[in-house]
């Protein structure tokens, strides 16, 4: 790889190229040895992102153990080790790579790993667990039901059902895994729902103070309280809320896994119930940042030439970034009679990759009494990579440093905006060993502080 003539770094906002995911040649397994060949030469002179997450240690490996100790000594055969390692959590692209476009080595490692996930998925599917694991509205809808809840909740507790689990999904029997609910997300904002506030909705030039709330599968089935949080928070703000009428997962397990085509599926049974509450005059707000991240760069991406997809990506908003553009106008309140004291706030990966700033973090901030202590770490939960068993002890390392801020921090709160991230951390608390200390969404955090 000559550089001669050639910069480091750019002083140009970076950029992503749209996936040419329907064309023949994106699975061209010869050409994406090629590229895969052609960053990972790149990588391995640079080796910023070595902290990031567990592909970019197995790629310095397979070259430092090699026969010429350079990319080319490695075998092509090996290069599936670090595309399986990595999570698509676009860290690297975002924070450490300074090839990234439009600089002219044109480097997308996050989408180059897509891409060779996507090729292998067209060639040989995925093992049967792995696309059980990834389906989660039928997971969610199965689990979700009244009866059946208690029991896979309890079942999930017992140890010698996690051995089984472990056996026949390859669910690490320590991984934290989510609880169901029968009380579902989407019944929850029901009842809390005022309608009256939809006359009285008051526009800025960037929202229209009226929200529908795309609960995600996570939110309906796993974390419902989140979604009941978002809800009343937004209409102590005077923000009139409902429910998208009705919605599929967003898709993000799936694109994680290279089954571009299901993603493509979930994407059409979205887009026309968003698309009713968008030409009704409502933005839309996920409480996960996965699934906005999903249609505010995934879906677009996928389908640059699409108007709907890019209508939707131009609607829909993190709850966080919403209020913060909600306060500019002066039209958040902030009177706040609880105090939080010290918050350890944990920073999604999929949240900082929306490109809005720490929006988090700075609403927190204007709670009087309140001292926010920002990690702005991967948690090395990152969709279902967390509980696999081949990839659990990974995460663990990986998400040894953010724990460690929390247990040395001597807080009274912790939290992430995405909850699988705030529960992985809470599975390796010292604290959280005698019940003491349990991880709470922002959201939950911001409806204490309100009183409401």
């Known amino acids: 790889m000559s550089t001669s003539g050639t910069r480091e770094g750019s002083l140009e906002a970076p950029t992503r190229h749209p996936l040419d995911w329907r064309e023949e040649s994106f699975y061209d397994q010869q050409a994406i040895n090629e590229e895969l060949e052609r960053v990972f030469d790149i990588c391995h002179g640079c080796r910023r992102c070595v902290s990031l997450c567990k592909a970019f240690p197995t790629l310095f490996d397979l070259v430092d153990e090699s026969s010429t100790m350079e990319v080319d000594g490695v075998d092509k055969a090996d290069y599936s080790k670090v595309v399986d390692e990595c999570y698509l959590c676009d860290l690297c692209y975002l924070t450490k790579c300074p090839y990234v476009p439009p600089h002219e080595w044109n480097v997308d490692f996050p989408h180059l790993m897509l891409r060779a996930k996507a090729a292998n998925f067209k060639a040989n599917g995925a093992p049967l667990k792995n696309k059980m694991m990834s389906s989660t509205d039928l997971v969610g809808s199965l689990a979700g039901i009244p009866v059946v809840a208690g029991v896979v909740n309890t079942v999930n507790k017992n140890g010698l059902a996690r051995k089984g689990l472990d056996k026949v999904m390859g669910v690490h029997p320590d991984a934290k895994i989510p609880k169901y609910h029968s009380n579902k997300g989407r019944k929850r904002l029901a009842r809390v729902q005022d309608p009256t506030l939809e006359e009285a909705a008051e526009s800025t030039d960037r929202t229209t103070g009226k929200v529908a709330i795309y609960a995600t599968c996570y939110g309906q089935y796993n974390d419902p309280q989140v979604v009941e949080d978002l809800t009343v928070v937004l209409q102590h703000n005077g923000i009139a809320v409902r429910a998208v009428s009705k919605e599929k997962c967003c898709g993000m397990p799936k694109l994680e896994l290279g089954d571009l085509e299901s993603v493509a599926k979930a994407m059409e049974a979205n887009l026309p119930p968003l698309l009713e509450m968008v030409d009704a005059g409502w933005d839309i707000i996920?409480?996960?940042?996965?699934?906005?991240?999903?249609?505010?760069?995934?879906?677009?991406?996928?389908?640059?030439?699409?108007?709907?997809?890019?209508?939707?990506?131009?609607?829909?908003?993190?709850?966080?970034?919403?209020?913060?553009?909600?306060?500019?106008?002066?039209?958040?309140?902030?009177?706040?009679?609880?105090?939080?004291?010290?918050?350890?706030?944990?920073?999604?990966?999929?949240?900082?990759?929306?490109?809005?700033?720490?929006?988090?973090?700075?609403?927190?901030?204007?709670?009087?009494?309140?001292?926010?202590?920002?990690?702005?770490?991967?948690?090395?939960?990152?969709?279902?990579?967390?509980?696999k068993s081949q990839f659990y002890e990974h995460s663990r390392k990986i998400c040894r440093p953010v724990v460690n801020q929390v247990d040395s921090g001597e807080v009274d709160h912790y939290g992430s905006d995405c909850p699988m991230a705030g529960r992985h951390i809470e599975n390796g608390l010292k604290k959280e060993k005698d019940n003491d200390m349990l991880a709470e969404h922002p959201l939950t955090l911001l409806r204490l502080a309100y009183g409401c």
């Open 286 to 387: 996920a409480p996960v940042p996965s699934c906005v991240l999903m249609f505010k760069q995934e879906l677009p991406l996928m389908f640059p030439e699409r108007e709907d997809v890019a209508r939707v990506r131009d609607a829909i908003f993190d709850p966080f970034e919403y209020l913060m553009l909600r306060h500019r106008k002066g039209l958040l309140k902030t009177e706040f009679p609880n105090r939080l004291g010290k918050v350890a706030y944990h920073a999604a990966c999929h949240q900082r990759v929306q490109k809005i700033g720490p929006k988090t973090s700075e609403l927190l901030q204007l709670i009087p009494d309140t001292e926010i202590i920002n990690i702005e770490r991967c948690s090395g939960h990152d969709g279902t990579y967390g509980v």
